[in-house]
């Protein structure tokens, strides 16, 4: 596709119900990228994919929160039992693939998803 | 890890004012440094960046400046328009490939 898109746009769910996000980034980017954004809040890393691996998921919040990426395409991130405070925008980002430093691959966001807890 | 603080959280001019919003970082290793620009229910979209190998850099009023030993980056906006008001955001990404974003600067432009 022509941008990085995510779905559903915006999805409201009880307390304790499992969600999830798809993201569908740009062709041909092997690097996938999935934040948080709570509101007036900063972007909170959460889990970054190469390919179909993850070589750093060192900011899921907890182990309610998963992602996988097949293909080397598109992600799903998951997450199990909704608290309140999941409650945020869930941005995914793409860019191709870069070797080691001095990449400067640019990132690109999608519209992200807005979950609300309720 | 890599640590982003950005400054001011909030800026209002007026029109045609120019605005600065001022970001450094921690990890010397790091060598790219994107600015995004967010609407209200929208996600970033990148504005301008700069690589580490470059002091600055111009996109018509936007410009990207990079103290490397200071480790700090601005961006400046000249002749503020009222559809700039966003939410900016400073990353830096190095080594570990994950970019690290600022908390983000609130822009308003007042007509």
């Known amino acids: 596709g022509a941008g990085v898109s995510q779905s559903p746009s915006n999805k409201v769910t009880e307390k304790g119900k499992d969600v999830e996000l798809r993201c569908d980034p740009i062709?041909?980017?092997?690097?996938l990228y999935w934040y948080r954004q709570s509101l007036g809040q900063g972007l909170e890393f959460l889990i970054y994919?190469?390919?179909?691996?993850?070589?750093?998921k060192s900011g899921l919040p907890s182990d309610r929160f998963s992602a996988e990426r097949t293909g080397g395409s598109v992600s799903t991130l998951t997450i199990q039992r909704t608290q309140q405070e999941d409650s945020a925008v869930y941005l995914c980002?793409?860019?191709?693939?870069?070797?080691?430093?001095?990449?400067?691959?640019?990132?690109?966001f999608g519209e992200g998803s807005w979950l609300t807890v309720v | 890890g890599e640590n982003v603080e950005q400054h001011p959280s909030t800026l209002s001019v007026q029109e045609g004012d120019s605005a600065v919003i001022k970001c450094t970082y921690s990890?010397?290793?790091?060598?790219?440094f994107p600015w995004y620009k967010q609407e209200l229910g929208k996600g970033p979209q990148l504005i301008i960046d700069?690589?580490?190998?470059?002091g600055e850099k111009k996109d018509q009023r936007i410009a990207v400046t990079l103290n490397k030993t200071a480790k700090h980056f601005s961006l400046h906006i000249t002749e503020t328009q009222p559809e700039d008001s966003a939410v900016y955001f400073c990353?830096?990404?190095?080594?570990?490939?994950?970019?690290?974003f600022g908390r983000g600067t609130s822009l308003i432009v007042h007509p």
């Open positions: 980002a793409s860019s191709l693939a870069g070797a080691g430093v001095g990449s400067g691959n640019t990132i690109y």
């Open positions: 062709s041909g980017h092997t690097a």
């Open positions: 994919f190469q390919g179909n691996s993850a070589p750093d």
């Open positions: 990890d010397s290793a790091s060598n790219y």
């Open positions: 700069i690589r580490s190998n470059v």
């Open positions: 990353a830096a990404r190095g080594v570990s490939y994950i970019p690290t």
